[in-house]
């Protein structure tokens, strides 16, 4: 296995047909069965990138842009932006698709912190990304922001509780 990564070395891209049983009573997906669908291939993109277990750390900025109705057809992309010891941010964007019109547009965006685990179910290194194009370099320096951020605020909250 390659040691050091680039994003699309470990990319998904998932297709599934919105059926009744996926939606709500508004005929629109149900939010619970995205985020199954996004945890689904964000977490194979994390496993890709480390080729080890791993277990869904955090869900964050999950943002519902447009609804998702049935009949339609998604097409949910996952990618690693960050890598830091043992967590990795996967961002995956759900795109919606009107097979009639051909029009595609974004639904739900989310970012999601994976943590690879060790045999004995411990934190373990998640290897390393190097970002290659220009876009996969952006992501990464706003995904450093973020795990920051992230990092911080739960650091701020611990020390108040
Ligand atoms: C995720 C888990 C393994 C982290 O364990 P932990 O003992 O807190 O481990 P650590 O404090 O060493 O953190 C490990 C890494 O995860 C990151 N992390 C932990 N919790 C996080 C959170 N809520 N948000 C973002 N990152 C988080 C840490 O920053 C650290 O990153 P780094 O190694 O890249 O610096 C543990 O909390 C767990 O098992 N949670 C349950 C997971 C689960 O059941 N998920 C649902 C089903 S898959």
């Given at each position: 296995m390659k040691k050091v990564k680039s994003p699309a070395d470990s990319a998904v891209e998932s297709r599934y047909l919105v059926m009744?049983?996926?939606?709500n009573p508004y005929g629109t997906v149900f939010g619970g069965v995205t985020v199954a669908w996004i945890d689904m291939v964000g977490s194979m993109a994390a496993q890709r990138h480390c080729g080890k277990e791993v277990v869904t750390a955090a869900i964050d900025s999950l943002n519902f842009r447009e609804p998702i109705y049935i009949g339609e057809q998604i097409v949910l992309k996952a990618a690693v932006n960050y890598v830091g010891k043992t967590s990795m941010e996967v961002e995956v964007q759900v795109f919606r698709e009107n097979t009639e019109t051909g029009r595609s547009s974004l639904a739900t965006t989310a970012y999601l912190t994976y943590v690879a685990l060790d045999k004995k179910k411990m934190p373990a290194s998640a290897g390393r990304l190097l970002p290659q194009t220009a876009d996969e370099k952006r992501r990464y320096s706003q995904a450093e922001l973020r795990v920051k951020a992230r990092n911080d605020l739960r650091k701020k909250i611990r020390d108040c509780s």
């Open positions: 009744p049983n996926h939606a």
